[in-house]
C-alpha cells in the first residue's frame, strides 16, 4: 500500500508488463534519403475524430531523435511471418537482412505487414524515460495475414477461442 516506486524490482515490473500481450510495430521515417526503422509494441490508437495514434520511444533509442527531426513516421504493423524484421529492428540479429521499403504518403513502409498507418508528428509529452509521440493519421491501409504477437518475451500467433 506504501511502497515507494524505487522499491519496485526492475524485473518484477517488466515481467508483469509482458503479460500485458500486444501486436508488435516497426516504426519507420526517412530523413532525406536515409531510412530507419525500430522495433515498437507500445502503440495504441488514441482518437477517432480527429484521428490519432501514440508511439512510446525511449530517450535513449536512435529513433527519438529521428521522429522529432523528420516530424513524420509510419506504424506498420506486423504479420506472423515477420518475426526476422521484429529481431532486425530490435537490433537482435547477428547477420541483419537487407530490407525493401516501399513508399506510401511520402514515407517509407516495411511490405507485406497486416496494416500500416502513416502520420504526421502532431505532439510529444516526456514522460520519464520515454516520449510519447502521437501521429496525426495521413494515411491507412491493409493487407491479408495475420498478426504477429508479443507476450511474456516470446512471439506468438492469435489461436480463437472455442465460443461457449
Ligand atoms: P538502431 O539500434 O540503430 O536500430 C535498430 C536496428 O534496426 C539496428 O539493428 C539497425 O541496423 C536496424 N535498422 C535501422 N534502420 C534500418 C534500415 N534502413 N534497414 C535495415 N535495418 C535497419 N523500444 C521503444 O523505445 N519503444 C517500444 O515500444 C519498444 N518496443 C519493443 C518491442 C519489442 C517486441 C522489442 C523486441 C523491442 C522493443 N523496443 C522498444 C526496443 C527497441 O526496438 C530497441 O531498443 C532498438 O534497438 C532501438 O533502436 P534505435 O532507434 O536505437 O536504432
Redesign the pocket.
Known amino acids: 500500500m506504501h511502497s515507494e516506486n524505487h522499491e519496485i524490482d526492475d524485473r518484477l515490473f517488466r515481467n508483469a508488463m509482458g503479460c500485458f500481450a500486444?501486436g508488435?510495430?516497426v516504426i519507420?521515417t526517412k530523413i532525406e534519403e536515409?531510412?530507419?526503422?525500430?522495433?515498437?509494441?507500445?502503440?495504441m490508437s488514441v482518437s477517432l475524430n480527429p484521428k490519432l495514434v501514440a508511439?512510446?520511444?525511449?530517450k535513449?533509442?536512435?529513433?527519438?531523435e529521428?521522429v522529432k527531426v523528420s516530424k513524420q513516421f509510419a506504424i506498420n504493423i506486423l504479420s506472423t511471418n515477420q518475426q526476422n524484421e521484429?529481431?532486425?529492428?530490435?537490433?537482435?540479429?547477428v547477420a541483419?537482412?537487407?530490407?525493401t521499403?516501399a513508399s506510401f504518403k511520402n514515407v517509407?513502409i516495411l511490405e507485406d505487414t497486416v496494416a500500416v498507418v502513416t502520420c504526421e508528428l502532431h505532439s510529444e509529452y516526456i514522460v520519464g524515460d520515454?516520449t510519447i509521440f502521437i501521429g496525426k493519421v495521413t494515411g491507412v491501409k491493409m493487407n491479408q495475414g495475420e498478426p504477429l504477437l508479443?507476450s511474456q518475451g516470446k512471439?506468438r500467433e492469435l489461436k480463437e477461442l472455442e465460443r461457449e
Open positions: 500486444t508488435v510495430t519507420t536515409d531510412i530507419f526503422g525500430m522495433t515498437a509494441n507500445a502503440f508511439i512510446s520511444i525511449g535513449n533509442a536512435k529513433m527519438h529521428h521484429s529481431k532486425q529492428f530490435a537490433g537482435q540479429l541483419e537482412s537487407n530490407i521499403f517509407p520515454h508479443f512471439y
